[in-house]
C-alpha cells in the first residue's frame, strides 16, 4: 500500500510532457493487447499491424498495414473508433473531464498540461475551453452522424449503417482519416451530402477549438483575435488554392479525374485538396497521382491544421508567420505586421523552430525509411513521412507493403508527430516581452 | 551623339541590383553567340544549348545539356574558361579592377555594388578586399595550374596539358564544376594530386573571400571574427559528416564505390563530400548512387558554399544561424548566443527570410519541371532543381535529356540562384540595432 502511494506520488510529479507521453504509451499499448484479441478480428493479425492500427487511431493519423474495413470485426472497429476519440478528442480533456466527473478540484498540474496540449496561453481560460470543447465535440459529432444516416441506413441497413454512420462521424471530427471501405470514401466521390458532412467536421476539428470557441463568443469578424483572423483567411485562402492546382493537374489524368463528370471533377478536387490537412480521406486513388500532385500535396500535409485542433503537421499559423516575417524583412520592416498588429518576435523564434525540428526528422524519417525499403519510389517514401509526421494518413501505397522495420519506424514517426517535436524536447518556454509599437497580439504556433 | 550621353546618365542611374543583372544578361548574351561561332564547336550546336553552356558557366553552375570535352573546340573551351572566371571571380570585381586600370576613382556606387556583391557591411573595406581578392586568385589559380601540369602535361602532352591545367584551375577555383573529360574527373578517382588540387582549390574559392582576408591577416584562430570561426568550423563538421555518410552508403554499391579499394573509397567519399557545396565535380557516377545519397546530396547542395565567395545555395552561414536560433529557443533563450557572442535578431530574419525565398523558388522549380519532364523520376528533378538553384552542377544525368523548355527552364533557374533571390528583390536593407547584453558581431548570410 505505501509504495502504491509512493507510486502515485512520482506519478503525479512527471512534468506535463511526460505524462503526455506516458498517458500516450499506455494507451497504445492497451489498444494494441485488445485488437489483439481473437474476437477483434476475423482471421488473425501480427503484433506489428495490432501496434500499427492502435498507434495510428490513438494519434488519429489513419495510416493502416492492413485494411480496418475486411480485418477488424465490427468489435475491433468500435475499437478502432474508441482509440480515434481517445487520442482526437484529446486524452488530456479527457483527464479533466474525468477530474470534473468524480468531483474533483482540477489542479495546476492538470491545467498546464492542458494548456500544454491546447497550445493556450493564458492558464486560467483553460477549464472552461475543455467544457466547451467536450460539449461542443459530441454535439457536433452526433449532429453529422444523423445526417450521415440519411445515406447509410437505407444503404446497409439499421444496425451497420448507425454504425457506419458513428464510426464515419468520429473519424472525420478527430481527423483520423479512418474509413471501413477498403478504397476509403472513393465511391462517394461526387456524393454530396458524404462529401459536405465528412468535410465539414474535418474542417471543424481541424481548425482548432480556440478558434471556434471565438467564433461562438463574438460572432463578427472585425471582434476576434488576430489568430482567429489569420486561421480563417489562411484556411480559405490555402484551400481554394488547392482546390484549383488538383483541379487543373489531375483534370484529364484518366486514374483519378479523367473520367469523371465535371461535377465530380470539382467535388474530387475539393475533397483531396482540404483533406491532407489533416484528415486523410481519399475520394480519388492518391498512388494515381501526377508526382507534381503528390508533390503539392506534401507540402499541405506538412503544414497541417490548426494549433489545440485534432490535427497535427507544423500548423497553418507557423507557416503565416514564416511567410509574414518573410514578407516584412523583403519590404525592409524589423516587425512582423499583419492586419494592424505586430507580432513578438519570440513568437518568430517559436514558429521557426517548430519549422526546424519538423524538417530535421522529416528527413531523418526519410532518409531512415530509403534505407528500409530499398524497392519503393522516393516520392512516395518522401509521401508516407510526411503524411506520418503530420498525422495525415494518405499514402500514395507504400504503407501495406511496409518491411516490419519500416512499420517500426512509421509507428515511431506518427507518436513524434503528435506529441509534437517540442513536447519531447522541453517544457513551457515564456517568451519574454520586448518594446511595443503596435499593439502585440499572441498568436498560437504548433 | 547627345542621346548616347542620355543614355549613359540612364544606365548610372540604375541601382546596383539592377546593374548586377543587366551585366550578368549582357555577358551571357556575348557568350551565347561566341559559343554559337562556328569554329566554337566541332559540329555545331543548338541556340538553346549555347544559351545553356554560356548560362551554366557565367552562374558557375557546371550543368551542361552538351558534353563540354567532345562538343567544343578548344577555343570554344577557352570561353567557357573566360566566363567562368568573369562570372565567377565576380563581374563585380571586374568592374572595379577596370575602373583602377583606367585610373578612374571608385564612386560610391560601385562600391555599393561591390558590398552588395560581396556581402560586405563595412563600405570602406571594400575596394582593400577587391585588390587582395584579385590578386590572391589569380595567384592560387596559377599555382593550381602548376601542380596540375604535373600530372596532365606528361598525359597530354605540352599543349593539351598546360590548357587542361588552365581550364581545370580556373573551373576549380570558381567552383563551376565544368571538365573537359566526359565523365568529368571519374578517371581520376583514386587520383591524390588530382583530388587534393582540385579540392583545395574549390574549398578556398568557396568558403569566401572575407574569411581568406581574415585567415591572412590574424593567424591566430583566436583572433579571427565571428564569421570566419563559424565558417571554418561548420565547414570542417558538415564535410566529415558528409564523407562519413557517402563512405557508409555507397561502400557496397557496384556502380559507385562497391569495387574500389579502400584507397579509392575514401578518396571518392571525400571528394564527392566536399564538392556538392557547389563545386560540381564528380570522380564517381552520381545517377548511379543510392537515392538515400542523393537525397542527401540534395541537402548539401541547398546549403552551399560561403558568403561572398563563388559558391552558391543559401551559405552555410544562414543554416548556422537557423540551426543556432533553433538550438536557442529549445534551450529557453531569447538570445541566440554562440562561442561567447551573441547574434542580432535582424541576421535571423534574414537568414530565414533567404532560406524561405529559396524554398519557395525550388519547390516552384520542381512542380514546373516535373510539368516538362513527363518521364523523369522525381528524386532527378529534384536534384536538377536544387543543383541549378544552388549553381552546383551535379547531375542524376537529367541534364542531357531536358525538354527545350526544361532547359529553359533551368537556365532561369541558374541565374535566378546566381544572382540571390535577395537581389532580384530588394536592394539593400540597412537593419536597425537593439539592445546588446554579450558584445555584438555581425555574420553574414546569403
Ligand atoms: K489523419
Ligand atoms: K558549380
Redesign the interface.
Known amino acids: 500500500m505505501k509504495s502504491l502511494v509512493c507510486k502515485v506520488k512520482k506519478f503525479i510529479k512527471l512534468n506535463p510532457s511526460q505524462l503526455l507521453v506516458l498517458v500516450f504509451v499506455v494507451s497504445i499499448t492497451v489498444g494494441t493487447c485488445v485488437l489483439k484479441l481473437p474476437f477483434s478480428t476475423h482471421e488473425g493479425i501480427k503484433w506489428v499491424d495490432a501496434l500499427f492500427i492502435s498507434t495510428s487511431a490513438m494519434t488519429v493519423t489513419g495510416l493502416a498495414t492492413v485494411d480496418p474495413a475486411t480485418t477488424f470485426t465490427t468489435f475491433g472497429q468500435f475499437i478502432i473508433a474508441v482509440l480515434i476519440q481517445v487520442g482526437g478528442l484529446g486524452i488530456m480533456s479527457f483527464a479533466v473531464l474525468i477530474y470534473m466527473m468524480v468531483g474533483k478540484k482540477i489542479g495546476l498540474k492538470e491545467r498546464l498540461l492542458m494548456q500544454h496540449a491546447l497550445n493556450q496561453t493564458s492558464v486560467g481560460g483553460i477549464i472552461k475551453l475543455v467544457k466547451y470543447l467536450f460539449v461542443f465535440s459530441i454535439t457536433i459529432e452526433l449532429i453529422a452522424m444523423i445526417f450521415l444516416s440519411i445515406r447509410w441506413v437505407p444503404q446497409f441497413g439499421w444496425t451497420k449503417g448507425l454504425f457506419f454512420s458513428f464510426f464515419h462521424s468520429i473519424s472525420a471530427f478527430n481527423n483520423a482519416g479512418f474509413a471501413l471501405w477498403s478504397d476509403n470514401l472513393m465511391q462517394y466521390v461526387g456524393d454530396p451530402l458524404v462529401n459536405i458532412v465528412i468535410s465539414i467536421l474535418f474542417i471543424i476539428g481541424g481548425i482548432g477549438f480556440t478558434v471556434l470557441v471565438d467564433v461562438w463568443k463574438k460572432r463578427k469578424f472585425k471582434k476576434l483575435s488576430l489568430h482567429t483572423k489569420l486561421m480563417i483567411i489562411g484556411t480559405l485562402i490555402i484551400n481554394i488554392v488547392a482546390m484549383l492546382f488538383i483541379f487543373c493537374m489531375e483534370y484529364s489524368n484518366p486514374e483519378t479525374l479523367g473520367h469523371f463528370t465535371l461535377k465530380d471533377k470539382l467535388w474530387a478536387s475539393y475533397f483531396q485538396a482540404v483533406s491532407p490537412r489533416t484528415a486523410g480521406f481519399n475520394t480519388i486513388d492518391i498512388g494515381s497521382m ?3 500532385t ?3 500535396i506534401i ?1 499541405l500535409m506538412f503544414i497541417g491544421a490548426g494549433s489545440g485542433s485534432t490535427g497535427g503537421g507544423i500548423k497553418l499559423t507557423t507557416a503565416l508567420i ?2 509574414l ?2 514578407i ?5 520592416k ?1 516587425d512582423i505586421v499583419v492586419l494592424k498588429r505586430t507580432i513578438n ?2 513568437f ?3 514558429a ?2 517548430i519549422s ?2 519538423s524538417i530535421v526528422f522529416v ?1 531523418l524519417g ?2 531512415l525509411l ?2 528500409t525499403e530499398r524497392n519503393a ?3 512516395d517514401i518522401m509521401f508516407e513521412v510526411v503524411s506520418a509526421f503530420g498525422t495525415v494518413g494518405l499514402s500514395a501505397g507504400l504503407t501495406v507493403t511496409l518491411s516490419s522495420v519500416g512499420k517500426q519506424l512509421i509507428i515511431f514517426i506518427m507518436i513524434l508527430g503528435k506529441l509534437g517535436p ?1 513536447t519531447l ?2 517544457s513551457l ?1 515564456t ?2 516581452k520586448e518594446k511595443i509599437r503596435y499593439p502585440e497580439e499572441d498568436i498560437l504556433t504548433g
Not at 516584412?328 to 525592409?332: E, I, M, P, Q, V
Request: charged share 10%; aromatic share 12%.
Open positions: 501526377d508526382e507534381t503528390l508533390f503539392f507540402i514564416i511567410a516575417a518573410t516584412s524583412f523583403l519590404r525592409g524589423n518576435t519570440s518568430l523564434l517559436k521557426l523552430a526546424m525540428i528527413i526519410i532518409l530509403n534505407l519510389s522516393f516520392i517540442l524536447m522541453f518556454a517568451p519574454s
